[in-house]
């Protein structure tokens, strides 16, 4: 290990961008379709799904691009990275002012698995997404509020002196409200968004928003050598996918990345991997390419989706949370998941094609296994294997602090894993 690559800093850089620009999974879906309408893709509603060419489909948190090649037929098989776009934190409730002691303070729903301590003592924005009368119709807008107006204060030690010896217990209705004013200042928190909006208060008719820490990402260590950053998990894996996808014009097999919201809690939604919509792609591209019913039975046969999510490195201070056989380190390239029961989706066949892949791009890999005791997260990956009747593989970059405000991955990976996920959607080798 030592000081990264030029191409793995310009990577590393790009993608602390792209969180900064994405605090919400749908400036995620944004900040991706920008990426591929600038590598030159086309915008579609997905009508022409099955032209050869490069397109991409997004809305609400979730995002389509695919790669139609010349000599697509009936029979060729698909290769699919899917990884998702939301990350775990704290939502505005739809009556959002719970003022109190006089303070301005706001109402809050926690979202996902988030690790509620580490939301403590940080200066706070607000994004997401709210819907604006427009005549009599309402129309979408995102909201972007990217200064430090929260913050939700930690009660001092005096206060709780046993916190240190029993640990930190936090309320998830009571204690996590941040305040953004005193309260005869900052009366209403939908004024701040209005006017950020340049609308009236009456015109917004609903809301969709959340907080995200405003310090911006960056490295830190010896070498650069890690990425500090809000929501890696897994805005990296999506930005690597459509970095990947980005540089395919003329694939073996037909490449598509699919982004999806509410990863983080079960994914069933419209805009989830449980959606509907994405067999409906793949039918789609291969009607439009002549395929019968049993042509199509051949190309999922030959097809290979590849579940994208970050994965745990071992923690130094916590070793005995980790199977020592199956160490994971930051800067040890992307992370092949396994788990015998089918939380994440890699087989023989598919590690197979992992590992082949991996040479051909000449990138190291690592395996990550669970501690037979201990549950074991999961992914997008069980969830569209099923759904779309195809083998599957789980993979992601070591980090650490996992569903923290503020968490931390090895600066090279993410380009590794870039080349890694060229490699896989661009051949069927
Ligand atoms: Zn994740």
Avoid at 68 to 74: D, I, K, N, Q, T
Avoid at 265 to 284: E, F, N, R
């Amino acid at each position: 290990m030592g000081a990264m690559t030029a191409s793995q800093h310009a990577h590393a850089v790009s993608l602390t961008r792209f969180i900064d620009q994405s605090p919400s999974p749908y400036h995620v879906a944004q900040s991706a379709e920008r990426l591929l309408l600038d590598a030159g893709f086309t915008a579609t509603d997905g009508r022409s799904a099955g032209e050869p060419g490069r397109f991409v489909r997004s809305a609400d948190g979730a995002l389509f691009a695919w790669v139609v090649p010349e000599s697509a037929g009936p029979t060729t098989p698909f290769r699919v990275v899917g990884a998702h776009t939301d990350s775990p934190n704290l939502r505005l409730k739809p009556l959002p002012n719970a003022h109190t002691q006089g303070y301005a303070r706001a109402s809050v729903e926690v979202y996902g698995g988030v690790l509620l301590n580490s939301w403590l003592d940080r200066d706070l924005g607000l994004s997401g997404r709210v819907t604006v009368r427009v005549g009599d119709r309402s129309e979408g807008r995102l909201v972007f509020l990217n200064e430090p107006l929260f913050r939700v204060p930690q009660l001092a030690i005096h206060l709780d002196r046993d916190v240190n010896n029993t640990g930190l217990v936090l309320n998830k209705h009571a204690h996590l409200r941040p305040i953004f004013g005193l309260e005869d200042g900052a009366d209403d928190l939908m004024d701040l968004v209005a006017g950020e909006l340049d609308v009236p208060r009456s015109d917004i008719l609903g809301a969709d928003l959340m907080f995200h820490d405003t310090n911006p990402s960056g490295f830190v260590g010896v070498d650069d050598s890690f990425i500090s950053a809000p929501r890696l998990d897994n805005q990296l894996s999506c930005h690597a996918a459509v970095t990947a996808l980005s540089g395919i014009t003329d694939p073996d097999a037909i490449a598509i990345v699919a982004l999806f919201d509410h990863e983080e809690v079960g994914s069933v939604s419209s805009s989830g991997a449980a959606t509907a919509a994405t067999p409906v792609l793949l039918d789609q591209i291969a009607d439009s390419r002549g395929a019968t019913p049993a042509d199509r039975v051949a190309s999922r046969a030959g097809s290979l989706l590849i579940s994208a999510d970050n994965a745990h490195a071992t923690h130094p201070n916590y070793p005995e949370r980790h199977d020592p056989g199956h160490r994971v380190m930051m800067n040890g390239g992307p992370v092949l998941k396994h788990n015998v029961n089918q939380r994440y989706t890699t087989d023989a066949h598919s590690a197979a094609t992992f590992h082949l892949a991996a040479e051909r791009a000449g990138v190291p890999t690592q395996h990550f296994s669970n501690r037979a005791d201990l549950a074991c997260g999961s992914t997008i990956g069980p969830t569209l294997a099923a759904g779309l009747g195809i083998r599957a593989l789980d993979m992601g970059c070591a980090q650490l602090a996992m569903h923290s405000c503020r968490e931390l991955a090895g600066s090279e990976d993410p380009w590794s894993m870039t080349l890694l996920l060229a490699e896989l959607l661009g051949g069927t080798g």
